[in-house]
Structure formats: structure tokens, C-alpha cells
């Protein structure tokens, strides 16, 4: 079967001394749930954006289903309106309503009338539970209901796989829930997903691989039974312990 | 002692040759407020741009401008410049000073605008596919906006009174108007004082519509109004 992600001996650097991501290999196939762990910066975050372009690579190649993200003639705007991502700080646009947040890429990105793009944003809606707060604005939502809109802002695009970036590490603890609920529904339905979290709970669910990462390197890369029973590296013992105690 | 004249203050109250005048001090307002807010984008970017010469060239500019008087660029533009060959009518050079006035302080204002989005904002425009023309559209801009607009707004009030200084160069509007009356008919305080009102009527009618304009551009920032919005 075709990867759905690849990502191979990617380098990155952060001015010209810093090596944020060090010859980082990773394939993610369709359906497949990959969770990424590791020490705050040890470069999850500057992986995953490096997956739909939000930041450019120095080595390497990544590419999405057949297209290629690292290539000098990529459409990159195309590209992202196929890959959905949801931002720890779940980033949706202040001036707009939820309604709003969730049309605009549908209608200007898209091409679909408003009429296609309100009943597409009503079933999610829906979905995520949010049904009643769709002319809100998002100050006036909690983090767990801000962040529920933006994972339905993303579904919104009808993606063929998404990325998460430690979507409930900002949340209050009651809400981180929610926000998972919706996030193990959209694995079980099969999509392809990416995600940067720290929630083991999570990860033993649904997960299929679990990728350690550590000062810019992947570590590890091993089915989730398997990294939960006896990690292979020291750092993953030492990380495990950690996160797991409190 | 003259004394204070009123039948001359009220015959000069509803004037049409002042009132034109106040006609042409509004008509440069609005011109050089207009071509002004799009110089000042130009330079805002230029700015930020990552090319060294291009934000060199826009800091070099509004350092030039900002550190002189308007006066002595009116002066300069409509009286100087011929001597080596350059040659303006009194409404271009007016236009000319007041928008090259108006671009410089209001690429200042644009400028810390957009960089008061959070950067997460652009991330995430992008992130569903936006280009970067949209993202500055439907994203950034309506959000500098709200930072923009009031700022932009005294910049509005500061522009009608601004205007008059062009009454230097003998750009006929309201102030220069009122003091070509003065020669003929000697009423000054009255003339002076009709003056002053028709600024003051052009000032806060600018107050009541920025009012509205804040407003607008403040949804989805204010709990109370959204929720009585949403009513
Ligand atoms: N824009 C940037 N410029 C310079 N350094 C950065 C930038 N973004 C992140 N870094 C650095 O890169 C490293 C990895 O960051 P990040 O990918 O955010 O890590 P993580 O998400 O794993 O916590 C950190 O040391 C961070 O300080
Ligand atoms: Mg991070």
C-alpha cells in the first residue's frame, strides 16, 4: 500500500547553528494513528509543522500521498487544504463566529457556496458536539470547546490526514476528555493521524506506533505494545517513568 | 473697541464661499486620508519585509518625513522644487505633502497593527490551505484593523485640522478662505470663530462615524456585546 506520510532524513536547522531536526525518518501509513512523545524541545512540534510546510526543511524529502511537500514547485496552499492540523493553542479566528471559523477555508479555499459550507459546518457540528454554540465567538467558549471547534474546522476540509500538536496540553484537566473523545471517534473511523501528545491514555487506545523523540532525533519508532512493555532506549525508560509517575 | 458683530458672524455662518472652502478642506481629507492608508500599507510592508533594502528604504523615508514639518515640505514641494524644474499646481503639491505626511505615520500604525496578530493566527490561516493574499485578507487584516482604527482615527481628526496649513502655499480651503474674507471685511474674531466651528462640525461627525467603525471591528473581543448581538 501506498505511505500516506513520508518522511525521509529530514534536517532542519534553526539559524545556522542550531540542528533542530536531525535526519528524521518516519512513514505513516492510510488509517494509521501515529502518536510522537518526547522532552519539550526535542523538535515534535517543529516535525509535525514540517509535514504540511508551515516550516521548511534544509535536507531531506517529505511528501503527502503523491504530493511532494519538499519539492521547490509545490503548491503548498493546496497541499495544507488537504492535511488538517489542530495547534495547542487551538489558534481559531477571534473576529469570526464558530460558524465562521469553519466555513471560510470551505468557501475560499474550497470553492463551495455558503449554503454547502453551513450544512457541511452544521454535521460537524454536531459531531464534535458543538451544535449549540454556533454563533458564538471563541472568547466566549471554554478550551475545550474552542478546541472541539478547531478540530471541526480542520474535518472541515475533507483531509486525508490530520495533525495534531499536543491539542490538550493547554486544556484544564475536565476538559482534556472531550477533547480526546473526539480526537479516538476520528481514529476509529479511520483517518490518518499525527499526533504530538504526552496523553498515554491516548496513545494505548488508539495509537499504532508510538515515535520517542529527543534532542531533534526519532529514537524510537515501534509498535505501541511494544514501546509501553520495555522501550529499547534509556531516554524512553527515563521519559516513561517520568510522565507516567504524576 | 469694534465689538462683537452678530449678524455679520451668522451672515458668514451659511457663506457658500466658506463653505466651499469647507468642502475642499473635507475633499483633502478624505484624498489624502485614502491614498495615504494605501501608501502607508505599501511602506508597513516594505518594513517588514525580510529584504534589507526594501525596509531600509521605507525606514529612511518615514524617518524623513516624521523628523520635518509639514510647512517647510509644503514649501519645499511648491516653492523649491520649481527652481530646479519641477513644477506642481497648489492642489498637487498640497496632496502631494499631506499624503507623503500621512503614509509615513500611518505605516507606523499599520505596521504595529499586524504585528499585534499572534503568530499562531497566520499558522493556522495557512494551515487550511489559505494563500498568503487570503491570509492577509480574511485573516490578519481584520484583526490589525482592530488595533488600526483608532489610532487611525485621530490620524483622521489630526488630518482635517492639518489641512489648513496648506493655506501657506494658498491652497484655497477653509482656513485660507476665511482669511481672504478677513482682508475685505475686517470681521476677524467673527470670521475666525465661523472657522473654527466648521472644523469643530467636521470633527465630531469624524468622532460619531469612528464610534461605529470600532465597533464593528470589535466582535468576537467583548463578551457583553457579542452575547446581546447573538440576542
Ligand atoms: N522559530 C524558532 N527559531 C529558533 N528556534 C526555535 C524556533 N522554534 C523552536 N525552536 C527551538 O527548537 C527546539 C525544538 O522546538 P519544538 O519543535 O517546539 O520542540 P517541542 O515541540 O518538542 O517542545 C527548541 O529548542 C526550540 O527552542
Ligand atoms: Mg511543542
Known amino acids: 500500500m501506498q505511505p500516506m506520510i513520508v518522511l525521509e532524513d529530514v534536517d532542519k536547522w534553526y539559524g545556522k547553528n542550531f540542528q533542530v531536526l536531525k535526519s528524521c525518518s518516519l512513514t505513516v501509513s492510510p488509517g494509521e494513528v501515529v502518536v510522537i512523545c518526547g522532552p519539550s524541545g526535542s523538535g515534535k512540534s517543529t516535525l509535525i509543522k514540517c509535514v504540511n510546510g508551515l516550516e521548511p526543511v534544509q535536507g531531506g524529502r517529505i511528501s503527502v500521498k503523491d504530493m511532494e511537500v519538499t519539492g521547490p514547485r509545490t503548491n503548498l496552499p493546496k497541499l495544507r487544504s488537504h492535511v488538517g492540523m489542530v495547534f495547542q493553542h487551538f489558534d481559531l479566528f477571534p473576529h469570526m463566529t464558530v460558524t465562521e471559523n469553519i466555513c471560510i477555508g470551505q468557501t475560499r479555499v474550497l470553492g463551495r457556496t455558503q449554503a454547502e459550507a453551513e450544512a457541511k459546518t452544521a454535521a460537524l457540528l454536531e459531531r464534535v458536539g458543538m451544535s449549540d454554540h454556533a454563533r458564538k465567538y471563541p472568547i466566549q467558549l471554554s478550551g475545550g470547546q474552542q478546541q472541539r471547534i478547531a478540530i471541526a474546522r480542520a474535518l472541515a476540509m475533507d483531509p486525508i490526514a490530520m495533525l495534531f500538536d499536543e491539542p490538550t496540553s493547554a486544556l484544564d484537566p475536565e476538559m482534556i476528555t472531550e477533547v480526546l473523545d473526539v480526537m479516538v471517534e476520528l481514529a476509529k473511523e479511520g483517518m490518518t493521524m499525527m499526533v504530538v501528545t504526552h496523553e498515554m491514555g491516548f496513545a494505548r487506545k488508539v495509537a499504532d506506533r508510538v515515535v520517542f523523540m529527543d534532542g531533534g532525533e526519532v529514537v524510537e519508532d515501534t509498535p505501541k505494545d511494544e514501546f509501553f512493555a520495555s522501550p529499547k532506549s534509556q531516554r524512553a525508560v527515563e521519559f516513561l517513568s517520568k510522565i507516567l509517575d504524576h | ?231
Not at chain 2, 39 to 47: D, H, K, Q, Y
Open chain 2, 1 to 231: 473697541m469694534k465689538g462683537w458683530n452678530w449678524d455679520g458672524f451668522f451672515e458668514y455662518l451659511t457663506n457658500t464661499y466658506i463653505l466651499e472652502g469647507a468642502a475642499v478642506t473635507l475633499g483633502l481629507t478624505i484624498a489624502s486620508m485614502t491614498l495615504g492608508v494605501v501608501a502607508g500599507c505599501v511602506v508597513a510592508l516594505m518594513r517588514m519585509s525580510p529584504f534589507r533594502v526594501l525596509s531600509n528604504i521605507a525606514y529612511f523615508y518615514t524617518w524623513l518625513i516624521r523628523g520635518t514639518p509639514l510647512l517647510v515640505q509644503l514649501i519645499i514641494i511648491y516653492t523649491g522644487l520649481p527652481q530646479i524644474g519641477i513644477k506642481f499646481s497648489v492642489l498637487e503639491a498640497t496632496l502631494i505633502g499631506l499624503v507623503m505626511n500621512e503614509a509615513a505615520y500611518l505605516s507606523e500604525i499599520i505596521r504595529s497593527g499586524i504585528s499585534s496578530v499572534p503568530k499562531g493566527q497566520s499558522n493556522a490561516a495557512r494551515a487550511v490551505g489559505m494563500t498568503d493574499v487570503q491570509m492577509m485578507r480574511y485573516v490578519i487584516a481584520p484583526q490589525a484593523a482592530r488595533i488600526i482604527i483608532p489610532p487611525l482615527g485621530n490620524s483622521v481628526n489630526g488630518c482635517l485640522k492639518t489641512t489648513s496649513i496648506a493655506s501657506i502655499i494658498s491652497m484655497e480651503e477653509l482656513l485660507r478662505r476665511t482669511q481672504v474674507l478677513i482682508q475685505e471685511k475686517f470681521m476677524v474674531l467673527e470670521l475666525f470663530v465661523v472657522a473654527a466651528l466648521y472644523y469643530l462640525l467636521m470633527t465630531t461627525a469624524w468622532d460619531l462615524i469612528q464610534r461605529r467603525i470600532e465597533r464593528h471591528f470589535g466582535r468576537g473581543y467583548d463578551i457583553k456585546a457579542d452575547a446581546a448581538e447573538q440576542r
